[in-house]
């Protein structure tokens, strides 16, 4: 199992890339008053049809080619479970993929978010040629950063270059920051 929950979104979001997907979007929703944790990644990649959704909660199911098993989403929906939570996949085939996973935070066995600032700036900067759109709440406070604007101010700039990556960095953690009251 992965040791936080920002790697399963690491894993979740690479099957979307996968999938072809040209918008990507991640939303992390946590409400502290009723002690949950919700992990939102939808897609508008190829889409599974009902067989295929029904069975990627199975480890030794896997759509790819160069391995015979996917353990990224059923270790995920274990993680959640574990705690007291879910996970849901809903997908249809030309559309995309929406997998939505709750984790009730008081629990023993809630494993920690993770280092997602990095998470998201890794999908970002490697995966420039697709659009995300990232969503960070603490209750009532949040931030999004959205790359089809940026890459509208942004021209003929990449993502790669020195000075957009810090700021892409930059961002992340001090919107992170300042939600949390930090």
């Known amino acids: ?15 979307s890339i996968v999938a072809d997907a040209s918008l990507i ?9 009723e002690n949950k944790l919700k992990v939102t990644i939808e897609d ?21 080619t160069t391995r015979k ?21 809903d997908s249809e085939v030309g559309v995309g993929t929406k997998v939505e996973a709750v984790f ?41 950063l959205d790359t089809r604007e940026m890459k509208e101010i942004l021209g003929d700039v990449g993502f790669d270059n020195p000075e957009v990556s810090d700021f892409i960095r930059n961002y992340l953690y001090e919107n992170e920051a300042e939600v949390k009251g930090m």
């Open 1 to 15: 199992m992965l040791p936080e929950i920002s790697l399963n979104i690491l894993d979740v979001a690479e099957n």
């Open 25 to 33: 979007k991640i939303m992390v929703e946590t409400d502290t008053s």
């Open 44 to 64: 508008d990649g190829c889409g599974m049809n009902e067989e295929q959704v029904a069975s990627v909660v199975d480890p030794f199911f896997t759509s790819r």
């Open 69 to 89: 098993v996917g353990l990224g989403i059923p270790f995920f929906k274990q993680a959640a479970e574990l705690t007291g939570g879910f996970l849901n996949v």
């Open 104 to 144: 009730l935070t008081d629990s023993i066995d809630c494993m920690p978010l993770g280092n997602i600032c990095d998470t998201i700036f890794t999908l970002v900067t490697m995966n420039s040629h697709i659009d995300f759109v990232y969503e960070y709440k603490v209750d009532d406070k949040g931030f999004v």
